[in-house]
T-cell receptor
């Protein structure tokens, strides 16, 4: 059974703080993704990584960066948190090899920026 | 840019009725269409998917249909039960820069009333 875990379920930060969201998967998946989920907007891709030390911008990368130093871990970084980054953040992982492999999600981190 | 439109945003049915959620996509090269179910407070989970070379797929009470010409696909749930209450997301896979990414619809909140 694939397990994708995220470091926190709830997080409250102040404007301007640097925020780290961690995601770990235990199935040796090559591909990992970070999404944010907002009501009425669905899941929007922030960044993704297809292998260790590799990263690609998604559809809404502004204000975020990522790090993938180890295969199992994909970190999302908010360099200077702002109130419009208050959201639910979902990590996902997928085995490499084409579009048909199932994408598995973590439980999400609800971030509030005050 | 590429997008997936999903309708309706909310759907309320009586237990035992059928529910239909519709999505349209813009990238004619999309070749994979998964549906995810997200129960309240939980992570999205894949419930059914369809590839572009198939017109219909069924799994017990749920089915998905795909019309490639019209670029739309639908989720059908028959004999709905209260446990079907959740937010449902459609998605379409698109290739960008040699990588495959999922583009999600905005979601449909389904409420099944006993």
């Amino acid at each position: 059974d694939v397990k994708v875990t995220q470091s926190s379920r709830y997080l409250v930060k102040r404007t301007g703080e640097k925020v780290f969201l961690e995601c770990v998967q235990d199935m040796d998946h090559e591909n990992m993704f970070w999404y944010r989920q907002d009501p009425g907007l669905g899941l929007r891709l922030i960044y993704f990584s297809y292998d260790v030390k590799m990263k690609e911008k998604g559809d809404i990368p502004e204000g975020y960066s990522v790090s993938r130093e180890k295969k199992e871990r994909f970190s999302l970084i908010l360099e200077s948190a702002s109130t419009n980054q208050t959201s639910m953040y979902l990590c996902a992982s997928r085995e490499a090899g084409g579009p048909y492999n199932e994408q598995f999600f973590g439980p999400g981190t609800r971030l509030t920026v005050l | 840019g590429e997008n997936v439109e999903q309708h309706p945003s909310t759907l309320s049915v009586q237990e035992g009725d059928s529910a239909v959620i519709k999505c349209t996509y813009s990238d004619s090269a999309s070749n994979y269409f998964p549906w995810y179910k997200q129960e309240l407070g939980k992570r999205p989970q894949l419930i059914i998917d369809i590839r572009s070379n198939v017109g219909e797929k069924k799994d017990q009470r749920i089915a998905v249909t795909l019309n490639k010409t019209a670029k739309h696909f639908s989720l059908h749930i028959t004999e709905t039960q209260p446990e079907d209450s959740a937010v449902y997301f459609c998605a379409a896979s698109r290739e960008s820069g040699g990588y495959n990414k999922l583009i999600f619809g905005a979601g449909t909140r389904l409420a099944v009333h006993p």
